[in-house]
């Protein structure tokens, strides 16, 4: 079956840095996407990596291991606005989009 | 602004009832999606459209019917439905193609009595 795992629940500080993992067995690979949703309002997306490697897009940025099954989305300088559910989403071989449950993340002062 | 809109936002009905979700998109887009989301659990995939043609539909249960007359509007009627069937449902719209991210509207709260 295809599954993604990603934690369902991290705290960090303002102004720090913190890593949301995701883990993924699918059939078949065709890009992973990173996606941000606050409380009552539509995802939004951050990040695609269909490459091995680091994308940096200003605070964020997306890696991807394709050997591995694993992406992280790391957010530095941590805002309170920041606080939101992260979903990972992978695309399998049917090029439909296999979502994670997501991640929320909570940032206290 | 998502450019991608649904109507209402919220919809309280008995399991009786026939109502129908809403969803426009004016970004140009030609595939158009719905999504249910639950508390904790993954986006689940319901429906597809690809230039106004279903191309997927994940085993949903027969109460849900999309309708999709152009490629800028989206239905999901509902006829019957059942307590569990309370989640968000999730609009969305791409370019189809192989890795055109997916633009979302706002959802519709649905709660089923």
């Known amino acids: 079956g295809q599954n993604i795992d990603q934690p369902t629940e991290m705290t960090a500080t303002e102004g720090a840095i913190v890593q949301i993992n995701c883990t993924y067995q699918t059939s078949g690979f065709n890009g992973l996407f990173w996606y941000q949703q606050h409380a009552g309002e539509a995802p939004t997306f951050l990040s695609y990596?269909?490459l091995d490697g680091l994308e940096e897009k200003g605070r964020f940025s997306s890696f991807l291991s394709r050997s591995k099954g694993y992406s992280y989305l790391l957010l530095k300088e941590l805002q309170m606005k920041d606080s939101a559910s992260y979903l990972c989403?992978?695309?399998?071989?049917?090029?439909?989009?296999?979502w994670g449950a997501g991640t929320k993340l909570i940032i206290k002062p | 602004e998502t450019g991608v809109t649904q109507t209402p936002r919220h919809l309280v009905m008995g399991m009786t009832n026939k109502k129908s979700l809403k969803c426009e998109q004016h970004l140009g887009h030609n595939a158009m999606y719905w999504y249910k989301q639950s508390a904790k659990k993954p986006l689940e995939l319901m429906f597809v459209y690809n230039f106004k043609e279903q191309t997927e539909n994940n085993s949903v249960p027969s109460r849900f019917s999309p309708e999709c007359p152009n490629s800028s509007h989206l239905f999901l009627h509902l006829h019957t439905l059942q307590p569990e069937d309370s989640a968000l449902y999730l609009c969305?719209?791409?370019?189809?193609?192989?890795?055109?991210?997916?633009?979302f509207g706002p959802g519709t709260r649905l709660t089923v009595l």
């Open positions: 989403a992978v695309m399998d071989s049917n090029y439909q989009l296999i």
């Open positions: 969305a719209s791409s370019q189809a193609g192989e890795h055109n991210e997916q633009f």
């Open positions: 990596n269909v």
